[in-house]
């Protein structure tokens, strides 16, 4: 990565064993993304004698993962990478429930058609996240390249649920619930004690994300429940149950009942089957969360979320967060992160560290080189240097890649005036009114120099005033209106 040998971080095969060779756990731990392990000993021992499946689930209560939802994501990715098989899995059937986790309100109710439109939109992105983030582990790990990966198999909990019906499911599963150690749950006494109380919908979510273990580990062997730290009460309700069910087989084929208000005081964690690991809650240094009730959700839909936005939302990430950012979210090796923050320490105003983090961020969702051409636009468009040498050509792909340029013949340049001409280029954001209120204020520049400005509502922009006879800039604040003018 030419990024960080221009600041003398070297990287070496030696750097690219250590990640690798180091005990899974551990290193998870390292790189800050486990906060709670169940039965983590025996999970341990059973990472190092078999491969294992791991699942995370998202429900479809908007159109898009966000940033907060990649954490998860980042464990499952680092399990596949080694072997293991990974089920990132839609709630489809859960998504018309509601998870009370994390919330002191209900959900408002979605209509059929938003929900099924945000399953298929989520289900794209896992399909998309893993296939990108794949192949941006190998270019940032090439031995990874020559590992055995695991599998990765999408699924959507409307598969088993659609066909089960409530008495059917009460009659085979309901014995196994005991609703002591559902109220029990943080998420459910939270909202007991709340004025708004809970519906018994979201009061039985629990019960459904369970069975959901349950079946993923009976149908295609997952081990592994992995959520936020807001999930620990469901995937503990899971990890009883395959624990319960599981002991029910035994003793039903020795003849023997099961006695259930035993089993509910026993120790479930005493001879576990399965597992289950949760994610901090992903704030800054100065305690800000993320997501979409924080209301700065980042999300890895470009069309929400566009890379550029990406890049500059990391780029202006607090120093004291650019290591724990690159552990988490990056595949960069850990010794490799390690000088980054020393080679950054140095000299914080250059913001080497924020420029490495916000180039990885968008290389990891969108794909390789997403990062190198925010990385450009950025230096070019926002540089206070008024002399900084650039390629026009090379700007103008890594622009419509990012889809910030619009295609203007000469003769639309010559026949457009400035107020028209950028309502066009901003696609109709901004009203013409509006526009016509900043060039009379002289708030629009055209080109790099600040000095220079569109003068008059209905002006119409010369040729000379291009970049290389071919690139328009126009610039309002921080938004720029970017066009390439070609030939007719």
Known sequence: MKLLNDHGVNVSESDFKSDLKEALLAHLHRRKLIETCVNEEQLEKAIQTRKLGLYCGADPTAKSLHL???????????????????????????????????????????????RLDHVKRIADQFLNFFSTALKYSQSRNPLI??????????????????DMGMLEFLAMFGRYFRVNQML??????????????????????????????????????VDIQVGGRDQYGNIVAG??????????EENKDQGLELDLEQESKSNLESQPSCYGLTVPLLTTASGVKFGKSAGNAIFIDRELT???????????????????????????????IDRIVQAHDTDRKQRFGQRVLAMEMCDLIHGDG????????????????????????ELLRALKRQNMVTTLTRKQLAKTNATHLLFTL??????????????????IIIGRNKKEKINAVDEII????????????????KEYYIAEVVED
Do not use: C
């Open 462 to 477: 010369k040729r000379n005033r291009l970049i290389d006879d071919k690139l328009l800039l126009l610039r309002a604040g």
């Open 370 to 393: 997403e990062g190198y051409d925010n990385e450009l636009i950025s230096k070019t468009l926002y540089s206070k240097e008024l002399n900084i040498k650039f390629d026009t050509d």
């Open 184 to 221: 029990a749950r943080d998420s459910i006494k939270s909202r007991l004690l709340s004025e708004q109380g809970i519906g018994f919908n979201e009061f039985t979510y629990q019960i459904l994300q369970a069975y959901d273990f349950y079946y993923l580990n009976k149908n295609f062997g």
């Open 145 to 162: 390249e020559y590992a055995e990966t695991g599998s990765r198999q999408l699924k959507d909990n409307y598969e088993w649920w659609k």
């Open 68 to 114: 907060g939802n990649l954490l998860p994501l980042m464990i499952l990715l680092h399990f596949n990478i080694r072997g293991h098989n990974i089920f990132p899995l839609v709630g489809g059937a859960t998504g018309a429930v509601g998870d009370p986790s994390g919330r002191n309100t209900e959900r408002n109710a979605m209509s059929d058609n938003a």
């Open 426 to 443: 901003s696609k109709g954001a901004h009203s013409k009114s509006d526009f016509r209120r900043k060039i009379k204020s002289r708030a």
């Open 306 to 336: 566009p890379s550029y936005e990406i890049y500059q939302f990391m780029y202006r990430t607090e120093d004291e967060d650019v290591q724990r950012f690159l552990y988490k979210f990056s595949m960069l090796p850990i010794p490799v």
């Open 239 to 248: 990890i009883d149950l395959i624990t319960r069910l599981g002991r029910h």
